[in-house]
């Protein structure tokens, strides 16, 4: 059985992934992969996601630089969940965030509300002009 | 505005939820909530979780023990994913997954196949038995 069969697609042909940084352990990013996001992932060695509100695939850092190095591929226990262990590329500190931060999880919950608690690391619109 | 009101829940009234253990930094298992989960949650300061197989709440380790001790409840940019940074209960070294293992992600690619890599730490009919 071709391993990309193993993965339980969701109805609309989708896996959620989790990216993790290698080096630090960091939760980076969710993200969505099709069949073709994650047969090419392998291929590659880069991540390469499946974006929703775009409708096709997304070699992360196409744009902004901030490419993906995958070192592993990890499937969970109900083959629906996808993990991949990453270094992220393209500036020092990461950013993986569209927003310039490091990690998109900089909202912490504390008292009744949302806090944003990582610093902007990098313009986003320095992020996205520069490789326009 | 209300902070169950700043999470953009899905069209089903849910958010995907990444368990991460805050000792090891290692990715445990991903879940989904819906908004009487994320406030049990945020209440209880323990994983509680929606469970779209069963359609209800699920309070992590009400059969197996493996109760998750919440420490962080972080959002995404998007608002629309969270990552909880938890402590494993009940065993010695943590189980996390229903298998019987630390983390649920212990499917590793390589060669174009899927391989086990972690051990049961614990067979699952004696997890689920001795709180039945």
Same mark, same amino acid.
């Given at each position: 059985? /071709? ?6 697609? $969701?109805?609309?042909?989708?896996? &959620? ?7 630090? #352990? /960091? ?22 996601? =499946? #974006?929703? #509100?775009?409708?096709?695939?997304? %070699?992360?850092?196409?744009? #902004? ?5 995958? =070192? ?7 083959? $629906? ?5 990453? !270094?992220?590329?393209?500036?020092? &500190? ?10 998109? %999880? %900089? ?11 990582? &610093?902007?690391?990098? $313009? &986003? /619109? !320095? ?6």
């Amino acid at each position: 059985m /071709d391993w990309l069969d193993q993965v339980k697609w $969701d109805a609309q042909g989708l896996v &959620p992934v989790i990216a993790q940084e290698a080096e630090s #352990s /960091d939760v980076l990013m969710f993200a969505w992969m099709d069949r073709e996001a994650l047969r090419l992932t392998a291929e590659l060695g880069r991540a390469v996601y =499946h #974006s929703r #509100s775009r409708g096709k695939l997304w %070699f992360k850092g196409e744009e #902004s630089g901030h490419v993906q190095t995958v =070192h592993e591929i990890r499937l969970d226990c109900d083959n $629906d969940v996808v993990l991949l262990k990453v !270094t992220q590329q393209g500036h020092v &500190p990461s950013i993986a965030c569209h927003t310039g931060r490091h990690s998109c %999880f %900089f909202r912490l919950y504390r008292d009744g509300q949302w806090h944003d608690i990582e &610093p902007v690391l990098k $313009d &986003p /619109d !320095t992020i996205y002009k520069q490789n326009a």
